[in-house]
């Protein structure tokens, strides 16, 4: 049998800088990223949504969504996993701030900690393009996830992170980047089902690293949808089968 250490050292991992760990902690990250995101990702389900669902947050970082998720989804449990245990030991503080059950766990995303079909819903926000094995880890969400349960991806592209400032900010695998199309493909070909009513594509200030945003507020230029490279890419996506 491997050893945790042994077992730790064959997952592919990339480190976060030290400014992009100070940076997840931020009125930004908290208010103008995730909030914007989840109350996004919760306007583009279809159908009722189970009354106290299982929530896995994959990725969970340092436990800011917990809260966010409570409020929006009034889950029964939600189960954080991360791979990067500082961050881990910070999202334990955080649980214990939300008036809900929480569970931590340490994994990795293409390995999930976790049966067959145990939740009604798995949240992958800004987490798929930091993990090198994506595949695998879209089959693990899809094994998790009760049939017909919901996948919400909230994922910036490879037109963002492959941006000359986040290079020089952030860590991440460049060659597993993926442009929105690609993604949707991805996730198509995972065994999830979606239609246009359940995609969105934000255009936020923050994702146009180039200018932030700053020639559209001057009037300059306004990029429209199909003319322009896009940076974010929000889906609800259902497990289709079984």
Not at 44 to 54: K, Q, S, T
Not at 107 to 133: K, M, R, Y
Request: net charge neutral; proline share 6%.
């Amino acid at each position: 049998m491997k050893s945790l250490a042994a077992v730790r050292a064959s997952v592919p991992f990339v480190p976060e800088t030290a400014f992009g760990v100070w940076f997840l902690r931020t009125y930004t990250w908290e208010h103008h990223v995730l909030r914007v995101a989840i109350d996004d990702l919760k306007r583009l389900i279809d159908g009722p949504l189970p009354d106290a669902p299982v929530i896995v947050d994959v990725g969970c970082g340092q436990g800011i969504s917990f809260k966010l998720l409570a409020q929006a989804f009034a889950p029964q449990r939600i189960v954080g996993i991360d791979y990067h245990e500082p961050s881990l030991a910070l999202a334990r503080d955080a649980a214990q701030q939300v008036g809900t059950e929480i569970e931590l766990l340490h994994g990795d995303c293409a390995a999930l900690p976790l049966p067959d079909a145990c939740a009604d819903i798995v949240f992958c926000h800004q987490t798929f393009h930091h993990l090198v094995e994506q595949e695998r880890a879209l089959a693990e969400f899809h094994r998790v996830l009760k049939p017909g349960g919901l996948l919400l991806f909230a994922e910036s592209t490879d037109a963002y992170i492959k941006s000359w400032v986040i290079r020089l900010l952030f860590r991440h695998p460049m060659h597993v980047q993926k442009s929105a199309d690609g993604y949707l493909a991805m996730l198509r070909e995972g065994g999830f089902a979606f239609g246009r009513e359940n995609i969105s594509l934000p255009y936020l200030w923050w994702s146009r690293a180039k200018d932030f945003g700053l020639l559209e507020r001057l009037g300059v230029y306004t990029p429209k949808p199909g003319k322009r490279r896009e940076t974010l890419v929000n889906v609800a996506a259902r497990k289709a089968g079984g």
